[in-house]
């Protein structure tokens, strides 16, 4: 259905207003939340029943695998040419600890950093929000919260209502 | 070892022999295909002037490759060129050894020589030979890079225009007949010392054409005291030839008899074999009394400190103290009185089985008191033999004369042989000016120096290693030298050259000497010849000779003011015939460790009274002649002895030994060479010395441990506590023991390392900045006071340790360690990190900092090792124990499926050193000498306390006895 | 409350500071002043690529390093940039973690200094080989040669360290500008800007949800980048220390370059500080107090530091092993001794000035100060290096050590190669957090309404 | 405000990341597989040859022994190029006036070398002996290939350090019995490893001592 916008976005100028707002939603029964705001707003994930993030998950796992590649690595590479080192041990573990280390560390880092991204389906250049005229003011001084229009209790003139209800300075149609 | 015996042969163009494929590559040197190979193997080729080509093309063996270091590019195609026909005993990558020798100041330093394909690259003692026994010294190492010395005169010239053999013949030819209207008046020879038979034979054929010409002897080496104190000493011309491996008590007055020169090798092997008869304490004592501090001196156990002029006193002291008749013991210090006491004593019990020995410094008196003790105690015949003059010619003028004459007009034509007159005469002769007054001079000499360029015909001599010639070792066995490569410039030797003046067009280079050996041999001459040939040497020393000293008591002259001036020959460039040879000039001087220049030695507190600092320039005056040169303190120098070296401030060396140093030659008396008065005093300037060791104290530590006699107990072996699994080791492991009692610092073995793992030459200016390349230095310490240090001398190679903090530093395992326990070094995937130089606590390992690489162009490409790679830049290098020898060894040993034997892998150091104090081998062999000197009392580790368990250990210097545990 | 109980004046809108901020990329304040100081930036790295050239055409032997000093400016110079490089992270990430709300406005340039330090470190390491063009064999690939590399090396250990911590660096800061780099996105108006901006920020909304998951993987990665930090120096010292070398062989080595490493960090961190907040106006993000807060943490790692001292001294004289002694001694009364007092001297008297809290709160004076600090801890590298290679044990292979030309230019060149990158940075980024200011902006609000 | 970016942007640019990073690693793969090919390792050319001289025909058809013509081989480290003299000893009698060895008569004529295009070439800081080789088993055919077969002469193996390591490490498979050393068609028996240890205890090879850096490199 081409015409049904992405949702309704109601602007606030302050947390507190967008937190209020937020709580009213869920009361009223609103699922599909989502709020845009210029720095991380405590309570609000709660608010909006966001699950944990797995985050932390992919970093232990790309941990334990920076360990293993290191480790494995290093015994490779001295069973396939074994030398004799200044008369040191083949593996020689105590050596070997360093490169371990800055591997496990790398490969955490990043899988981390690939896993936020992956997750938050970034990079999107093109969002639909981007269209609202004022949304721009999302990542000065403006608190944002948007209805989406796959909620169920979602409709253009009803929401709005709800929206300006719940004390938003402005609320504009988000076009899809 | 194989010998040619056919190599005799081989410059007759006969088709088999290494030289032979010499001339195939002289014959390549214009075909265009091997011009194409060429410029692809070698681009610089292209730039060469026509005849720079040509003699690069001739050098460039086809079967010579120049070694750079490539990391893994696309793996190229490069030209192969096969002989024409391969000579049948030719094993192409397989040296082949020839026995010859090379001729220093007129003697034969027998030599084997290794060629790969025709080029030799290292000379080592004959090791059948009664003198060397194998052994080398720096001047017998270094001999071949003179082979291919750039700025050898490779053409005829007259007045410095190039010119032909047939205008030499030619011009000869005009010379004979003026000569022979008056039977050689006004022609003169002007020759060095020279032993050659037939050489000797030739000139005498000379003198009898021309009755009235003469012979002139010059040489700075000649005027030594062997030659003219004998004379004084026992009235008539004798040599003097030391049995020291049958002394128990060596006295000496300021004589070098370790020191570089003639007899330095037997005179050390000798020492070294009566000092190392028992395990348990010193084979010999040695009382040093010295103005000047040298090898000797340092191997004393005993040394005195005194001026030079006070030799003769304290050898008449000495004979005093002995009971020789009409010796008075002269108004002498306490010091002095206490050392000739002890020393007295020591020959007292010795009688015959001790050596007295005068130097040059202290004169006639000296030698004359010397010869009287050694009468006295009856070691005359037993531990001092005489044998007539090895060298001559017999009968002949001196420069003076020769000068003088020139100046009176008597000389029209003068000949000068293989002698540099106008460099080496003593200043005030003013020889050089006296030279250019002769109407027709003709100089022979494998350089076009100062004489040759002052002379109207300059003619190209062929090297020893080029040559058909012969001569005698010190000794006075004759070797017979055959050519081990063919002249690769338009040469002749000086046999053809006199053969020339004798009136022969286009002698053969072999005719004369076989002339001469003909006549000796008799009927027997071709079986005697190849035997000659094969063995390197005619049996049969000079005969021995009875003399008496003369038996009158001279009394020393009175000491005045002024400062004794002593003249030594600088220990690496000799009397200056070398200056152009880069190894000599880089070695370091034994005591000083200073390179590419000469010094001023002064003593510690005379540098404190003017006062100067080392390096500061400093003008010494003798009458009204004076040189100015950089001074040098050294400690325990006598304190009103000044030491000047001569061999320095050439100026027609060539590249390398131009304008190095200062000229001592321009300040030496013709009357007493080598001792003079004079002053010394501070002029403006200094100079940076490049010196290869900055600090000679030992700072309280045992880096060179001293043992007194019987106080040393056979060492357990002690096993090494590690946390570290030990790794398993093959049959063979590798290890080695220097005996520091034995070490005189002579650089033998230094030089050796360098002839044969191609160690690069980097010039002043970077040993200047602590960037010299040898593999193997000799640490020298001093210990107790400055004024009168005992001085050690420990050879530092690479100390090969089975724990290596160097290997664990290196990123890319560009250095590792062998199954056989061998610190490998692999130059061609080393990045050059240095982090393994870092870690090393003996700091043995070089680094290649720019590319040292001799020029492509540069002929002493061809004296490279082919079996040892050549260092680009950017790379480490270090003492690889040989290691090409020992897996040459290998693989013979490996074909005929049997373990190596002990002395089967010799290292080119051992294989060098005149006292043995390098033992090699295998250590895992408990019947090998490496395994037995490791158990033995004075054994030990250096660093020990840093666990890095080395294969090189020491064995600690002997005290003297009776001097307790004094300095250490 | 007062204003200057907190870090940030209160007296300053959400808003004021977007634009504030956004501006400087956005609308370059300091056009002449910048230009300028290009110009010198660039001359420099002129310098380098010049000294590069020689180097790589002639070889190493252009510095004056010799055999025992095969390690000198080189090595040395590659710790001091390294450590520089460590400030960066540490404020940005320990400072993140114990919620220390004095980091927010000073974090961002720490981080980016970091970076451009790090890679001036990161040349070192190859500029110094015999043969460059060969670096790559310190990587483990699957050679003709089928050799690897040798992983007991501590110089093997530095390329994975530095390679890693160059990386996580970068990942730290980038995802922690992304929220700015959106905002500045907003706020551009011309064309260039949009898109550079819009591509960079990635798209970034601020949803509330992308926030939740992007605070977990940035305290994550910040508790990850500690330790690294701390790791990364150790190894360096391990470099040293690895070798029996006297004065090198210690185990005070690892937490000694550490902190010593921290201290001239911070000295930089300082130094841009100052200067920035003058050239751009910030006094209002870069406050006194930050400068208080920035001259306290200098002196107390600068007085760890010089336990490190103490303790080297010690140390030596505690193992009674003569070698080491003997260089201690060396250090303090020997040829290079000029660096071991010049180290104490510019490390650690002026540095006593930061008792006094005026002096703390004077931007000039910290200025001074650390430039002093920056000065003494290269000399002090110099020291710990120089001093133990040229007179290590044997007597006999003792040398001397003098720079040339080359060894200065190399150096010098750095430094430009340090102000270019960084220079422009500062043209194209937001050089304070901007969400991050906001967010305590709007605490300190709160707090002040709520009582 | 409005979209800065079309919805096509971001197609793009996941194109573009993802684009980017399999360029990387297919370049890398890339790389270290050029390493060992054919061009780089100059086993694909047979090189330009003075005149075109056949194994196939010598060896291969008329079975001439290797060591007939590189007589060094068991001497000497290197095997050795014939010398001219080698050639004429057959074709003074026969092919005399081919214009084909016009080049060989020229040679002797002029007493100047044939300038042949060395095909296994190793850099020159890699010591390599042929003696030792041939006498411990290791048969001319394990480096050269099949040289019998060969019309003009080319690198059968890539001659690689990997390529020596890879028989240093384990020799026993490859080794064959003395009188097989020159036969190019040997193949290795059913039981290779145990006949070649057999060889290998009968020479005393030192297993394990054939990979450290000395034995090639000095």
């Known amino acids: 259905m081409a015409e049904r916008s992405y949702g309704m976005l109601g602007e606030f100028d302050s947390p507190e207003g967008l937190l209020a707002a937020a709580k009213q939603a869920r009361a009223a029964g609103y699922c599909e939340l989502d709020a845009f705001t210029p720095f991380p707003i405590e309570g609000l994930a709660r608010i909006l029943r966001i699950p944990c993030p797995w985050i932390s998950l992919v970093g232990i796992i790309g941990a334990f695998s920076g360990a293993g590649t290191a480790l494995l690595m290093q015994m490779f590479t001295n069973y396939d040419y074994p030398l004799n080192v200044g008369g040191r041990p083949l593996y020689a573990l105590s050596a070997f600890a360093v490169v371990t280390f800055e591997l496990t560390i790398l490969f955490s880092a990043l899988a981390m950093l690939v896993a936020m991204l992956w997750q938050n389906g970034l990079p999107r250049l093109n969002y639909p929000v981007f269209a609202a005229p004022r949304f721009h003011l999302a990542s000065k001084d403006r608190f944002f919260l948007c209805i989406k229009s796959q909620d169920p209790m979602f409709d253009d003139r009803g929401t709005a209502a709800f929206l300006t209800d719940a004390g938003a300075a402005s609320v504009e149609r988000v076009p899809p | ?968 | 409350m007062s204003d200057h109980s907190d870090i940030l004046p209160r007296r300053q809108s959400i808003g004021g500071i977007a634009d504030q901020l956004t501006g400087i990329p956005l609308h370059f304040p300091a056009e002449r002043r910048w230009l300028i100081a290009m110009a010198f930036a660039s001359a420099l790295l002129l310098l380098l690529i010049i000294s590069v050239t020689a180097l790589f055409t002639r070889g190493v032997g252009i510095w004056g390093i010799n055999i025992p000093v095969n390690w000198a400016f080189a090595i040395h110079n590659y710790v001091w940039w390294l450590g520089i490089g460590h400030a960066g992270t540490l404020i940005s990430a320990l400072l993140l973690l114990t919620g220390s709300e004095w980091r927010n406005s000073l974090n961002r340039f720490a981080e980016t200094m970091t970076l451009f330090a790090v890679i001036c470190a990161g040349i070192y390491p190859v500029l110094h080989l015999g043969r460059p063009w060969y670096v790559y064999w310190m990587f483990p690939y699957p050679a003709t040669m089928g050799v690897w590399p040798q992983f007991r090396s501590p110089l093997e250990w530095d390329i994975w360290a530095v390679l890693t911590y160059l990386t996580v660096s970068l990942v730290f800061w980038y995802t922690g500008l992304i929220p700015d780099l959106a905002a500045a996105r907003d706020r551009a108006t011309g064309r260039g800007w949009q898109i550079f901006f819009g591509i960079t920020s990635l798209g970034w909304r601020g949803s509330a949800i992308h926030w939740l998951r992007w605070s977990q993987a940035y305290r994550l990665t910040a508790a990850l980048a500690v330790p690294l930090v701390v790791s990364v120096h150790s190894e360096v010292s391990l470099l040293f220390a690895a070798g029996q070398i006297p004065g090198w062989h210690s185990t005070i080595f690892p937490p000694y370059f550490v902190l010593g490493a921290a201290f001239s960090g911070f000295a930089v961190v300082a130094i841009i500080a100052v200067a920035l907040r003058s050239w751009f106006g910030l006094r209002n993000l870069v406050t006194d107090d930050h400068l208080d807060v920035l001259g306290k943490v200098l002196l107390a790692t600068g007085l760890m530091t010089g336990y490190g001292y103490v303790f080297e001294v010690f140390d030596a004289l505690y193992s009674g092993e003569a070698h080491e002694m003997r260089t201690l001694l060396d250090r303090v009364a020997g040829v290079y001794a000029w660096t071991y007092w010049g180290a104490v001297l510019f490390n650690f008297v002026p540095l006593q000035a930061l008792w006094w809290r005026g002096v703390r709160r004077t931007g000039w004076a910290l200025l001074l100060i650390s430039i002093s600090v920056a000065i003494g801890m290269w000399l002090e590298r110099d020291m710990i290096l120089v001093t133990s290679l040229y007179r290590d044990f044997l007597v006999s292979s003792w040398g001397k050590f003098t720079p040339t030309f080359w060894d200065w230019s190399t150096y010098l060149g750095t430094i430009g190669l340090f102000l270019v990158p960084f220079l422009i940075a500062v043209r194209l980024i937001p050089m304070i957090s901007i969400f991050e200011s906001k967010e305590l902006l709007h605490e300190e609000k709160q707090e002040a309404h709520h009582g | ?218």
């Open chain 4, 1 to 218: 405000m409005a979209q800065l970016f079309s919805p096509a942007a971001d197609t793009w640019m996941r194109l573009f990341l993802v684009g980017s990073l399999s360029l990387m690693a297919g370049g890398t793969v890339g790389i270290i597989g050029f390493a060992r090919s054919a061009y780089m390792t100059s086993t694909d050319v047979r090189p330009q040859q003075p005149l075109p001289f056949s194994h196939r025909h010598h060896a291969g058809e008329l079975g001439i022994d290797c060591r007939y013509c590189h007589s060094n081989v068991e001497s000497g480290p290197q095997a050795g190029l014939p010398p001219t003299e080698t050639c004429m000893t057959c074709h003074s009698q026969i092919w005399t006036n081919a214009s084909m060895l016009e080049p060989v008569r020229q040679s002797l004529a002029h007493r100047t070398p044939i300038q042949w295009t060395r095909v296994a070439k190793l850099p020159d800081y890699v010591y390599f002996r042929h003696d030792i080789h041939i006498a411990k088993g290791v048969g001319c055919a394990d480096c050269h290939g099949r040289i019998d077969q060969m019309a003009l002469t080319y690198r059968a193996r890539p001659l690689t350090m990997e390529f020596c390591l890879d028989c240093h490490r384990d020799p026993a498979p490859k080794l064959r019995p003395p009188e097989h050393i020159t036969d190019m068609a040997w193949t290795p028996p059913t039981d290779a490893r145990a006949k070649g240890e057999a060889i290998a205890a009968h020479e005393k090879i030192r297993f394990g001592e054939l990979t450290h850096c000395t034995v090639c490199h000095r």
């Open chain 2, 1 to 968: 070892m194989t010998r040619n015996v056919r190599a005799h042969r081989n410059q007759a163009a006969p088709p088999e022999g290494g030289p032979r494929q010499w001339s195939g590559i002289e014959e390549l040197s214009d075909n265009p295909a091997f011009q194409a190979f060429v410029d692809a193997e070698y681009p610089a080729a292209q730039t060469f002037s026509p005849t720079a080509r040509r003699e690069f093309l001739k050098l460039m063996g086809a079967s010579f490759a120049l070694a750079g270091l490539t990391g893994c590019e696309k793996s190229p195609f490069v030209a192969g060129l096969p002989y024409v026909d391969q000579p049948d005993d030719v094993t192409i990558g397989v040296p082949r050894r020839y026995a010859t020798a090379v001729v220093l100041d007129g003697y034969a330093q027998p030599v084997i020589a290794t060629t790969y394909s025709g080029r030799p690259t290292k000379l080592d003692g004959n090791p059948d030979h009664p003198v060397t026994g194998g052994r080398s010294d720096i001047f017998m190492q270094s001999a071949v890079l003179g082979l291919y010395d750039p700025d050898r005169a490779q053409a005829p010239t007259r007045r410095g225009e190039p010119v032909s053999w047939q205008d030499v013949v030619a011009a000869t030819g005009v010379l004979r007949e003026e000569w022979g209207k008056d039977g050689g008046e006004g022609l003169r020879l002007l020759v060095g010392p020279i032993t050659s038979p037939t050489l000797l034979r030739q000139l005498d054929a000379l003198l009898k054409q021309f009755p009235k010409a003469r012979v002139h002897l010059h040489g700075p080496a000649a005027q030594s005291p062997q030659q003219s104190l004998a004379m004084a000493a026992y009235g008539k011309r004798v040599d003097l030839h030391y049995a020291l491996e049958q002394c128990d008590v060596i006295v000496s007055f300021d004589d070098d008899f370790l020191g570089p020169g003639l007899d330095q090798v037997r005179n050390a092997r000798g020492w070294a074999a009566s000092r190392h008869r028992f395990a348990d304490r010193p084979g010999n004592r040695l009382f040093m009394a010295e103005s000047v501090p040298s090898a000797t001196g340092a191997m004393a156990g005993s040394r005195l400190i005194a001026d030079a002029s006070r030799m003769p006193a304290l050898a008449e002291a000495l004979a005093n103290a002995l009971g020789v008749s009409g010796a008075v013991a002269g108004d002498i210090t306490g010091r002095e009185r206490d050392w000739i006491k002890r020393a007295a004593d020591a020959c007292g019990n010795a009688r015959g089985k001790s050596l007295i020995v005068a130097g040059s410094v202290g004169g006639q008196a000296g030698a004359i008191w010397a010869a009287r003790i050694n009468d006295a105690l009856g070691n005359a015949g037993q531990t001092l033999r005489f044998t007539a003059p090895i060298a001559g010619p017999v009968g002949t003028g001196t420069l003076v004369e020769l000068v003088s004459d020139i100046s009176a007009g008597k000389v029209h034509s003068l000949v000068v042989i293989d002698c540099n007159a106008a460099y080496s005469a003593p200043g005030e002769l003013k020889a050089a000016e006296a030279l250019q007054r002769v109407r027709t001079s003709l100089h022979l000499g494998s350089q076009r120096d100062e004489t040759g360029a002052l002379c109207e015909w300059q003619l190209p001599m062929a090297h020893a290693l080029e040559s058909w010639s012969d001569a005698r070792a010190v000794d006075g066995t004759a070797t017979i030298i055959q050519p081990v490569i063919a002249p690769f410039y338009d040469v002749r030797t000086i046999h053809q050259f006199i053969a020339m003046l004798l009136g022969e067009i286009d002698p053969a280079p072999d005719a004369a000497v076989r002339q001469t050996w003909q006549a000796t041999f008799g009927d027997t001459f071709s079986t005697q010849w190849k035997q000659a040939l094969h063995d390197g040497f005619v049996q049969g020393a000079a005969g021995f000779v009875d003399a008496r000293a003369v038996s009158e008591a001279v009394t020393a002259p009175p000491a005045d003011g002024a400062v004794d001036i002593v003249f030594r020959l600088d220990p690496t460039v000799w009397d200056g015939q070398f200056a152009n040879v880069g190894w000599l000039q880089e070695l370091p001087k034994p005591l000083t460790t200073v390179t590419w220049s000469n010094v001023v030695a002064i003593a510690p507190d005379l540098a404190k009274r003017i006062p100067v600092a080392n390096g500061d320039h400093v003008e010494v005056r003798i009458g009204d002649r004076s040189v100015t040169g950089p001074a040098w303190i050294m400690p325990g120098q006598a304190g009103n002895t000044v030491a000047l070296y001569l061999g320095y401030g050439r100026t027609r060396a060539g590249r390398v030994g131009d304008g190095l140093g200062y000229d001592a030659y321009q300040v030496q008396p013709s009357d007493r060479p080598w001792l003079a008065k004079g002053s010394l005093h501070r002029v403006d300037g200094t100079e940076t010395l490049a010196v290869t060791q900055l600090h000679h104290r030992m700072e309280g530590f045992d880096f060179v441990r001293e043992a007194n006699p019987g106080e040393v107990a056979k060492q357990p072996a002690s096993e090494h506590a590690s946390f570290y699994p030990q790794w398993s080791s093959s049959e063979n492991a590798w290890g080695m023991v220097i005996d520091l009692d034995a070490c005189i610092g002579c650089n033998a073995c230094v030089a050796a390392c360098t002839a044969e793992n191609n160690v690069p030459i980097v010039g002043a200016e970077q040993v200047k900045v602590g960037r010299e390349m040898h593999w193997l230095r000799i640490a020298r310490y001093y210990a107790g006071s400055i004024e009168e240090p005992r001085s050690h001398f420990q050879p530092v190679p690479c100390m090969h340790c089975e724990d290596a903090p160097c290997e664990m530093g290196c990123p890319v395992h560009a250095t590792t360690h062998s199954p056989e326990g061998l610190n490998q070094m692999v130059y061609n995937r080393c990045i050059g990190t240095r982090t393994c130089s870092s870690y090393c606590p003996y700091k043995v390992r070089r680094f290649n900092f720019f590319d040292y690489r001799a020029p492509a162009d540069s002929p002493t490409q061809a004296a490279h090792n082919p079996d040892v790679t050549v260092r680009s830049r950017g790379v480490m290098e270090k003492c690889t124990y040989c290691v090409q020898r020992i897996e040459a060894a290998h693989v013979t040993a490996d074909k005929e499926s049997r373990p190596l034997r002990d002395g089967e892998v010799v290292t080119a150091c051992q294989q060098a050193c005149p006292t043995k104090a390098i033992v090699f081998g295998d250590t895992k062999d408990p019947n090998s000498e490496v395994a037995r000197l490791k158990r033995d009392g004075r054994h030990y580790v250096l660093l020990e306390e840093l666990g890095t368990r080395p294969r090189t250990t020491y064995l600690a210097r002997w005290r003297d006895y009776g001097s307790g545990s004094g300095q250490g």
